[in-house]
């Protein structure tokens, strides 16, 4: 079976439904927060952790933690060109309060997980 998604991307910039209750609810769940674990998103939606797991293998072709640390990556992102338009604080001010928002303890820890997925934070 071919993923029903097959970039994080592409459901981050779209505001339509992708037709799969899991999958809209996941991210309806990830665009109400920006910290959250899979675990609790599994509480959240009242279905098994295995269940859940499995399901977003199935129609993304990734596992949730990768899911995640992908969409939070992308709203670091965001917030890194909302902080860049604004007033002129330096580069590491930005991307800690930006990795802080986002749920990661330090802007190197944000740093260390975007060239792990070789995401590039600021286009």
Do not use: H, N
Not at 74 to 84: D, S
């Amino acid at each position: 079976m071919k993923p029903k998604v097959t970039s994080v991307e592409t459901l981050y910039d779209s505001r339509e439904a992708t037709g799969d209750t899991i999958l809209d609810e996941v991210v309806t769940c990830l665009r109400q927060t920006r910290i959250i674990a899979a675990a609790d998103l599994a509480i959240l939606l009242d279905v098994k952790k295995s269940y859940l797991y499995g399901a977003m293998q199935l129609l993304t072709g990734m596992a949730l933690g990768d899911f995640i640390c992908r969409w939070r990556l992308l709203q670091a992102r965001e917030l890194l060109r909302q902080g860049a338009v604004g007033e002129k604080a330096d580069r590491v001010k930005l991307l800690d309060k930006a990795a802080r928002c986002c749920g990661w303890r330090s802007y190197r820890v944000l740093l260390r997980v975007a060239k792990r997925y070789g995401f590039e934070l600021e286009q």
